[in-house]
């Protein structure tokens, strides 16, 4: 199969171009405007087989090229991966980011793909699928006892949340009235390694590696989220792809965790795994604070930490403890090549 994956130089886009090139004999176009090539550079670095994977620089916005790039890869399979989801971006840069990139070049690519689909014969119309990718902050906040469903509402609080609704909503309409085989996959918050994005653990662990403190925001300190390791979540979303039905909204989820907890869980290890701290460290739990209230009363508590240290390999999933030690250990290893990217 031809495979377009569109914002091909972040970094779930290329880990999923690895997987397919490994485990499949698909071919893969990538798309994206190219403004930031680091991962990308790195990305074929680390690659053995680089003929099946192919670039193509261009902005979503331009309908033509998308047109152009449809007749000339003759694709089976659109992968749409989310223009635009720093959390950091959510409201101040909206106007531009948000509602034209996530909305209207989804729109535009929709309308290429509804053209290109109407032109297919009849065998190849029914291997072509649409595939959309949120991440699952699309939904309301939730905790451990109203675990999110492919039925959950979507929240509408900030420009960036509704310009993902706005999204999903196009997906839709492009199914019933168009026909047009889509599906809808949100998926949780994702890290390992090549991740060079500015997510909670990526962050941290980098932080933590040059002394920096790791500081959370009162609001979000017991936020619960859904981690999944990068290689898990290709896999399951390339599957998914292939063998999903047309029409269906899918979430891609795994362990749940809340944002202290998360981040004790990597101080720990990297209290083990770090040899050399940094100067001025002793203790990586040290370098956990907060700008609440609850700081001293629940991050500073050496009865918490002495629970954790005693009691984390009965509390963490087995396979989750091995992903987040392989994770922690690639950041050790590449600290010098990690800060020209944060």
């Known amino acids: 199969m031809n495979i377009i994956i569109t914002g091909g130089s972040r970094f779930i886009s290329l880990t999923l171009a690895k997987y397919i090139v490994n485990f499949t004999n698909d071919k893969i ?12 550079n790195l990305f074929f670095k680390t690659m053995i087989d680089k003929d099946r994977i192919s670039i193509f620089k261009t902005d979503l916005e331009d309908k033509k090229s998308i047109d152009y790039i449809f007749l000339k890869f003759h694709p089976h399979i659109i992968i749409n991966i989310e223009y635009d989801y720093n959390i950091n971006n959510k409201i101040t840069d909206y106007s531009n980011n948000f509602i ?67 999204i999903s909503c196009l997906m839709s309409s492009w199914y019933f009235s168009y026909k047009l085989p889509i599906i809808i996959t949100n998926i949780s918050n994702h890290y390992g390694p090549l991740d060079f994005s500015n997510t909670l653990i990526s962050k941290s662990i980098f932080n933590a590696l040059l002394g920096k403190k790791i500081v959370l925001n009162k609001d979000n300190i017991f936020e619960i989220n859904n981690w999944l390791y990068i290689d898990d979540y290709v896999r399951s979303l390339y599957n998914l792809t292939v063998k999903g039905d047309i029409g269906y ?7 749940y ?12 290890l990297l209290n083990i795994l770090v040899k050399s701290k940094p100067v001025g460290v002793s203790n990586f739990f040290d370098l956990i604070v907060s700008n609440s209230f609850y700081q001293k009363s629940f991050l500073k508590n050496n009865f918490i930490y002495n629970i954790i240290n005693t009691k984390i390999e009965s509390k963490i999933d087995k396979n989750f ?9 690639w950041y050790i290893k590449n600290i010098e090549l990690l800060n020209s990217f944060f």
Request: some cysteine; charged content about 20%; overall charge positive.
């Open 321 to 329: 403890k091995n992903k987040i030690v392989k994770t922690i250990k």
């Open 249 to 255: 909204i899918y979430n891609i989820r795994s362990y």
């Open 29 to 40: 176009l990538l798309i994206d405007n190219l403004k930031c090539t680091k991962n990308l």
């Open 257 to 268: 965790l809340s944002n202290i907890r998360l981040l004790k869980i990597i101080c720990y």
């Open 100 to 166: 034209r990139n996530n909305f209207v070049n989804t729109l535009n690519l929709l309308e290429c793909s509804k053209n290109y689909w109407n032109s297919l014969d009849i065998v190849d119309k029914k291997t072509f699928k649409f595939n959309c990718i949120f991440k699952s902050d699309v939904y309301y906040k939730f905790n451990i006892l109203n675990v999110l469903q492919e039925i959950s509402i979507h929240d509408n609080i900030n420009p960036y949340l509704i310009s993902k609704s706005l």
